[in-house]
Every structure is written in structure tokens, then in C-alpha cells.
């Protein structure tokens, strides 16, 4: 997963949702739907709340799902995180729905094909880094899953502000020099960093947001938002 997108946005503050949750900054907003959300998810119902609600800190171990936002990483270096999340059907579509053996399988030729598509950012090194990664996941042991399971972590209190988050960590830098030693490509600790967020290997959601670990559970605040209900069942289904 990419870094902590930085796309800064005023409080929305709903009075009762605000008591029963405590102070929030403006790195929290209460969205259309009354659910408290990091800020950078925004108050609508778009691709980026969803993603944030639905893939952003939930655990998995799926190994499409791990592909993919190791791909993302990949793609992000040197670039905002904005753009490379604009193309991720792109993506999707040109690495073959990000399964891992179609991919490792990929030659020269779907390179030079991928250069010339226009949906997608086209740098060959990147390009080139993203089989490389599919034919390591498929090689490496321990594996990718088996490795991020490892670096697992639980927060007991959620981060304040999004001024709070590393951009990288010690556990980042080791699991980063493991990584490059099984021979992947592009991952450096801080785009390490965003992956273990991504797939949920640490919970960086912001105190206020109703992902975040420290949020009240729905006895201390009332009826929860329908919405916010079924996502959370979403979210365990897929542990």
C-alpha cells in the first residue's frame, strides 16, 4: 500500500458522534454518511472512502490482494499517490488481475506492449520490477504472506494525526532488507512502510476514525451508521 495519502481536508464535525468518540482534529471528518473517517478519505461516497474503509488497514493474506499493493508501491515511487490510485483498473487490467503466475509469466514482448499502453504509468523499470516481484512471491520462502504475518503488529492507541505516522519504521527497514535479499524490486523501507498499511500489518487509521483500533465499540456511542455496519462485516469476512 501506498503511503498515507496527504490529502488534507477540514473538520466536518457531527456533535454527537464527536462526544462519543472525543476530540477530533482535522485529520478526521464525519462523512455524508455520519461515519468518522481519516480526512484524506473525504466525506463522500467515492472510490478513494471506500478504499480507505474496505482495503486500507484490514489484514489479509491473499496473495492477489498482497500483489497488488505491492505493485502500487512500485508504481508510486517518485510520484503521488493520487495518480497511481487513478490508474488502479489500469493496473488491474494490464497485470493480468494481479495473478501472480500470469504475471511471473510475462516476457519481453508484454513489456514492450505495457510501454505503449496509455492507461497506465509507463516506466519500464517499474514495469520490468512488477514481474520480477510476481516471480519472487512465486519462488521465496518464507513467503510474502508468511513474512508480513510476521511483522504483524496491534495498536492499543491510534495515531492522533496524520503528523504522527513514520513515513518508515526499524520492522519496515528489516522487513525491507529481507525482501531485497529474496530479490524483489522497488522496495525500499518507506514503500515497505505503506504496504504494511495497506494489507493491515499495522492499523494506522487516525483516532476519531471508525477503523481506527481505539474506536468506541457501539455500545458507548449508539446506533451505528448502516453503512459503517456493513463494511466492518465486509472486513471480517475477510480475515
Known amino acids: ?15 454527537p458522534e464527536a462526544d462519543a468518540i472525543g476530540p477530533m482534529g482535522n485529520d478526521v471528518i464525519v462523512g455524508n454518511d455520519r461515519t468518522p473517517r481519516c480526512s484524506w478519505a473525504g466525506a463522500g461516497d467515492t472510490a478513494l472512502s471506500r478504499y480507505h ?5 484490514t489484514r ?20 503521488s499517490w493520487s495518480v497511481v490510485f487513478g490508474k488502479r483498473d489500469a493496473f488491474r487490467n494490464a497485470f493480468r488481475g494481479f495473478d501472480i503466475a500470469k504475471v511471473a509469466a ?33 519462488s521465496a520462502s518464507p513467503s510474502l504472506a508468511a513474512l508480513a504475518t510476521s511483522y504483524a503488529s496491534i495498536r492499543k492507541q491510534a495515531p492522533r494525526s496524520l503528523g504522527d505516522l513514520p513515513k518508515s519504521t526499524p520492522q519496515a527497514d528489516a522487513f525491507a532488507q529481507q525482501l531485497k535479499s529474496q530479490g524483489y524490486r522497488f522496495v525500499g523501507p518507506t ?14 487509521h487516525i483516532h476519531g476514525c471508525f ?3 481505539d474506536y468506541p465499540p457501539p455500545s458507548s456511542r449508539g446506533p451505528r451508521p448502516l453503512k459503517t455496519a456493513a463494511i466492518e462485516d465486509r472486513s471480517r469476512s475477510r480475515k
Open 1 to 15: 500500500m501506498p503511503r498515507v495519502p496527504r490529502l488534507r481536508s477540514s473538520s466536518v464535525r457531527n456533535a
Open 53 to 57: 474503509d474496505e482495503v486500507w488497514g
Open 60 to 79: 489479509t493474506n491473499d496473495e492477489s490482494a498482497m500483489f497488488e499493493a505491492l505493485t502500487l508501491g512500485v508504481f508510486e515511487v517518485g510520484l
Open 106 to 138: 510475462m516476457t519481453d514482448p508484454d513489456v514492450d506492449r505495457l510501454l505503449q499502453d496509455p492507461s497506465i504509468i509507463r516506466n519500464r523499470s517499474k514495469i520490468q520490477a512488477t514481474i520480477d516481484n510476481a516471480r519472487a512471491m512465486r
Open 191 to 204: 514503500s515497505v512502510y505503506a504496504f504494511m498499511q495497506n494489507v493491515g500489518v499495522v492499523n494506522d
Open 211 to 213: 477503523r481506527a483500533t
